[in-house]
């Protein structure tokens, strides 16, 4: 995703999408939006959008059914989402919500400076994210070389490795020897 990605906002009442512009439009990023969850998954699979603000009750395809199209699709499932409701605070909706990864759920109507604040925190979040995934990509290609086999992984991070010394082992392992031999048969 690159730098300049934008921040879509969505949703079925022209009246809102200005509100919701008004309220972020401080922040400076590049605004855009889509009056549907079938114009909203157009503009995502653009690739451009770094936030989606998106409301959960528009006729045809709605909110939880826009993330849960973007989770099943890698170049989209990490996009920070903020769904906003107008229908109040409702436990099946919230769980639904976060059991898909949407990073907030907020009731309209909506704080505008309370809204900048974490769109501002998960935008910069998710560019520094996704920087750092093409830094670990280029270092890895790097690594590899041409017709280099892939490294192994560790099956988890304090894992043993053959060939290390035992004194090494137990200075920068959390467990040391100790858990080391627990975990062996």
Known sequence: MPSDASI???D???DMLYALESALAPL???LIRATSGDGALKEVLRGQVGLLLLDVCMPGVGG?????YMRRVEQTQHIPVILLTGFGPDAALTSAAFGLGVADLLMKPVDPWSLRTKVRYLYNAHQRSQAL???VRALRARLKGPGAPPAPALPYPDAY????REDAAEGTSPGGTQARRERQP
Do not use: K, Y
């Open 161 to 164: 490795l053959p060939g290390q």
């Open 64 to 68: 939880l059914d826009v993330v849960r």
């Open 133 to 135: 995934e093409r830094e």
């Open 8 to 10: 879509l906002i969505v």
């Open 12 to 14: 079925d009442h022209q």
């Open 28 to 30: 400076g990023h590049r």
